[in-house]
């Protein structure tokens, strides 16, 4: 495997890392969870299930992979019974880097529109906009001549105005974010039903986007780990700069006071400690097979735990802070338009696409601010789809090695092009249900199954005993037999539980209040499945090319290692073949 590249050094590999973990859930979803499930008491069970679940998950992903050098897709030739472990989260991953594109060109759409005179989105005085469009904005030049007590009423034709009346019917008023949004940026369709045409302007947006992520990954690890430098570091900048103006605002301390203050009293619910696990896990990544990839590419002697306890927390860390961000500016845009907090925070795919930008076009300079934000947006989005990617590409190349190592721009320009054509589905007038339809199934069973499979075919079936033996020839000493507990108990015991939880709050998917139509959703539970098919595929495929008379001697045969199961370090390979060949013995490996 020497062709397949390797990180220059451990930086690129941390970078990577912290660009695949900070994502757009780090800058809205964890915010809105911590206010919504007791601010700043959110805290305690999300920490606690990052220390149970998430560290030793990220510690047992990194370490097959880097002791093999092979991705995800290739590396469970350890456990050959569970290939299709590995095959289920590139399926996943392709499925999230179809749509997490199209994120991205929404972003460069904002971007390119901060660019206008006059922010878009911040009056009703636009083409696309109707009778019932308000605003919230105050520009920043008009505060000295608003006095309003009551949003119900008018502030100035142009701001906020009162509830438009017909007879005895009430017109549901839009703001002229949302109007934006709706009516300019995706010329939103009535349902999903209802695909419209292709938006011209968006599909150059995807193009661009794609055309980016080739370019970062142009030469493989050797260009993308230089990139992440950029990308993973520009996010923290821009949010400082954002955070520290923000805390110059009226309003800011309510903001985040709001947002940080515990209300302990939640902390007795138990929905509020399934969210908590629910988001570590996906903020995370666990289960994903990125994490997986990244690790595939360092140097086998890297100290794989100190990573895997310091990426996690670091994670934790940037949600809140992001979180911080958020607040202090939904702060201001609360207090200058007489609202309580409440009533401008709200939660869905779109959220940074509406609230967020009405908060800043009441900055000075708000179209300075706008393409800062929408950069960071893009940026963040830039660097986990390149590992999404990684993770896809590496796959291939890994499973087909002789015919793929000296094709690997090939490999990523044809993934690329199949994603980006794939794609164009979300950017059409009703893309954004399709969209919404992957993003709600997708995650929503799958990665659950194969995170809890992953541990149970690493920890126990291909034994705790050798793994441990594995992670010791990496690191040089033993290892503590705390980490047996985890992975082999606690760890598979609380992805159970949040699997259990996740479907018992699973409900219909929607869009606002648009209601799917009984055949979008059993497409939705297809996607979910899309991702598990490969597991029991090859269960099926691995017994019935085992060698044996009965079921049971051949589900013997499928979990034996492959002999291409080597440590990726040459110098070692002599010395664990010995060890191997000394396996009825079992004290030859680390007693646990």
């Not at 925070?345 to 300075?368: C, K, N, R, W």
Request: with cysteine.
């Amino acid at each position: 495997m020497a062709g397949r590249g390797k990180w220059k050094n451990q930086y690129e590999f941390i970078f990577s890392c912290i660009g695949c973990l900070v994502g757009l859930g780090n800058i809205w979803r964890f915010p809105y969870l911590c206010y919504k499930n007791g601010g700043g008491a959110f805290l305690v069970p999300y920490f606690v299930f990052m220390i149970l679940c998430a560290i030793p998950i990220f510690f047992l992903e990194m370490a097959y992979t880097q002791f093999s050098n092979l991705g995800p897709g290739k590396a469970w030739i350890c456990v050959p019974l569970f290939r299709g472990v590995g095959f289920g989260m590139v399926a996943m991953t392709s499925i999230v880097a179809i749509y997490y594109t199209v994120i991205m060109a929404w972003t460069l759409y904002y971007f390119v529109m901060s660019f206008s005179s006059r922010l878009p989105w911040s009056h009703c005085e636009n083409s696309w906009n109707t009778d019932a469009c308000y605003s919230r904005v105050v520009p920043f030049y008009s505060l000295s001549n608003v006095n309003v007590t009551d949003a119900n009423y008018t502030m100035n034709a142009s701001y906020i105005v009162p509830k438009a009346t017909t007879g005895n019917s009430t017109i549901e008023r839009k703001t002229s974010s949302e109007e934006f949004w709706e009516r300019n940026v995706l010329q939103l369709t009535s349902g999903i039903q209802e695909p419209g045409n292709l938006r011209w302007q968006l599909v150059l947006a995807l193009l661009a986007a794609w055309l980016v992520v080739f370019l970062c990954l142009i030469k493989g690890v050797k260009s993308s780990g230089k990139v992440m430098y950029v990308a993973a570091t520009m996010p923290y900048l821009l949010l400082l700069v954002l955070l520290i103006r923000g805390c110059t605002l009226d309003g800011a301390l309510d903001g985040f006071l709001f947002y940080a203050v515990p209300k302990w009293e939640k902390l007795g619910e138990f929905s509020v400690w399934g969210e908590a696990a629910v988001q570590i896990f996906y903020s995370a990544g666990l289960g994903w097979g990125g994490i997986s990839t990244l690790a595939s590419f360092n140097d086998f002697h890297n100290n794989v735990l100190k990573d895997a306890i310091i990426l996690p927390i670091l994670d934790g860390l940037t949600s809140f802070f992001a979180g911080c961000v958020i607040f202090v500016n939904l702060g201001y845009m609360a207090h200058s338009a007489n609202l309580p907090i409440e009533d401008v925070v709200s939660q869905g795919p779109g959220i940074a696409f509406m609230v967020y930008p009405e908060a800043l076009a009441q900055l000075p300079l708000p179209q300075l601010w706008s393409v800062l934000f929408f950069v960071m947006l893009f940026v963040v989005g830039l660097d986990s789809q390149i590992v999404h990617v990684q993770t896809i590409t590496s796959a291939f190349i890994d499973s087909f090695p002789k015919q793929l190592m000296k094709r690997k721009l090939q490999v990523t320009a044809v993934t690329c092009l199949i994603l980006f054509v794939l794609g164009l589905s979300c950017v059409t007038q009703g893309g954004v249900y399709v969209l919404q339809i992957l993003d709600w199934y997708c995650a929503s069973i799958a990665v659950m199954f194969l995170a809890l499979s992953e541990v149970v075919g690493l920890a126990w079936v291909y034994g705790i005993r050798r793994f441990y033996s594995d992670i010791e020839l990496m690191l040089g000493h033993r290892l503590s037999p705390i980490w047996r507990i985890f992975w082999q108990f606690i760890t598979p015991g609380i992805i159970m539980f949040v699997w259990v939880f996740n479907l018992g709050q699973l409900s219909p998917v929607t869009y606002g209040t648009v209601t799917y139509p009984t055949w979008s959703l059993a497409v939705g539970w297809v996607i979910s499945f899309f991702s598990l098919v490969p597991f029991p595929v090859c269960v099926c495929r691995e017994l019935m090319k085992a060698e044996g008379n009965t079921l049971i001697e051949k589900l013997r045969q499928s979990i034996k290692p492959s002999d291409d199961w080597k440590p990726a370090n040459p110098d070692l390979i002599n010395e664990y073949d010995k060890m191997i060949s000394m396996k009825k013995d079992r004290n030859v490996f680390p007693k646990v």
